[in-house]
T-cell receptor, first 114, second 113 residues
Framework: DADVTQTPRNRITKTGKRIMLECSQT?????MYWYRQDPGLGLRLIYY???????NKGEISDGYSVSRQAQAKFSLSLESAIPNQTALYFC?????????????FGEGSRLTVL | AQSVTQLGSHVSVSEGALVLLRCNYS??????LFWYVQYPNQGLQLLLK??????LVKGINGFEAEFKKSETSFHLTKPSAHMSDAAEYFC???????????FGTGTRLKVLA
């Protein structure tokens, strides 16, 4: 089983619908992140959380919200989806005990907003 | 603001040829540097990382990268490309002691038979 699991892997929805992308991890890491990947733009940070009570906006948080339900779970919501939120979304974790530590990624959730 | 630049959004090489993917960072303080690989329909996985120890870093699958402070570069190389190396490669940086990982825009590597 994957250490970082994202659901759903693929989702097609319509403009104005509420969408939730879920992420769970078994790595025991406190830090969790949501990134968005668009062709030619690399990965951009949406939100990050250092523990259950600590949630922070990234560089492109407008139109998104998050919930850290437990150390292992971090969900991303689009309250009212719009077509330019069509993208590949990644959840990632890192180990705060190692500032040089890398990110561990889920397999991604591909969202299409019609 | 710190940034990571990858020169060439697409690179094609012949099987068996040298792979060179370029990455430059902008920072007054050398950050920690990473190369990640993304295969189709998969997440990113770490190839290698530089954390201020050795300047020549060896990673998985025969890849290596050299940190050059004078050139603010961290180019990725592999002596002999294999068909299985076809993927998208991302360079990333994080300033020492911070949460913030900054990604380049990616380079898609195509390996020709």
């Amino acid at each position: 089983d994957a250490d970082v699991t994202q659901t759903p892997r693929n989702r097609i929805t319509k403009t104005g619908k509420r969408i939730m992308l879920e992420c769970s991890q078994t790595k025991g890491h406190d830090r969790m992140y949501w990134y968005r990947q668009d062709p030619g733009l690399g990965l951009r940070l949406i939100y990050y959380s250092f523990d259950v009570k600590d949630i922070n906006k990234g560089e492109i948080s407008d139109g998104y919200s998050v919930s850290r339900q437990a150390q292992a779970k971090f969900s991303l919501s689009l309250e009212s989806a719009i077509p330019n939120q069509t993208a590949l979304y990644f959840c990632a974790t890192s180990d705060p005990g190692r500032n040089t530590g890398e990110l561990f990624f889920g397999e991604g959730s591909r969202l299409t907003v019609l | 603001a710190q940034s990571v630049t990858q020169l060439g959004s697409h690179v094609s090489v012949s099987e068996g040829a040298l792979v060179l993917l370029r990455c430059n960072y902008s920072s007054s303080v050398p950050p920690y540097l990473f190369w990640y690989v993304q295969y189709p329909n998969q997440g990113l996985q770490l190839l290698l990382k530089y954390t201020s120890a050795a300047t020549l870093v060896k990673g998985i699958n025969g890849f290596e990268a050299e940190f050059k402070k004078s050139e603010t570069s961290f180019h990725l190389t592999k002596p002999s490309a294999h068909m299985s190396d076809a993927a998208e490669y991302f360079c990333a940086a994080t300033p020492s002691g911070t949460y913030k990982y900054i990604f380049g825009t990616g380079t898609r590597l195509k390996v020709l038979a």
